[in-house]
């Protein structure tokens, strides 16, 4: 069993920063892949940033530039960290987990989620 706990969401200005952690307790393993989801009102789950377990990084055109995910497995911790912020960033971010080596954009493929945190970016 693998929990994650989410931090470091809240209110920011258009232009602003932010940084998501994400830490995992339970079961693990470094032979996964970790992502970051967002989920605004009324729209579906996207991927907005994804990690192998070899390293290699994913982002939609959306946030490329913007975001960086990251992790310490010192720490067990992933990280995004959201620069240049948008009103249209705003939405609840999940940290998630699967088995699986590579990252997927389909949310049903991630076996473990977090509770999430929400991100308000102002205008």
């Known amino acids: 069993q693998v929990q994650l706990v989410e931090s470091g969401g809240g209110l920011v200005q258009a232009g602003g920063s932010l940084r998501l952690s994400c830490h995992r307790s339970?079961?693990?393993?470094?032979?996964?892949?970790m992502a970051w989801f967002r989920q605004a009102t009324g729209q579906e789950r996207e991927l907005v940033a994804g990690?192998?377990?070899?390293?290699?990084?994913y982002y939609p055109e959306s946030v490329k530039g913007r975001f960086t995910i990251s992790r310490d497995s010192a720490k067990n911790t992933l990280y995004l960290q959201m620069n240049s912020l948008k009103p249209e960033d705003t939405a609840v971010y999940y940290c998630?987990?699967?088995?699986?080596?590579?990252?997927?954009?389909?949310?049903?493929?991630?076996?473990?989620w977090g509770q999430g945190t929400q991100v308000t970016v102002s205008s």
């Open positions: 998630a987990a699967r088995w699986a080596t590579i990252v997927s954009i389909i949310p049903t493929e991630y076996e473990y």
């Open positions: 339970g079961r693990s393993s470094s032979y996964n892949s």
């Open positions: 990690i192998s377990s070899g390293g290699t990084t």
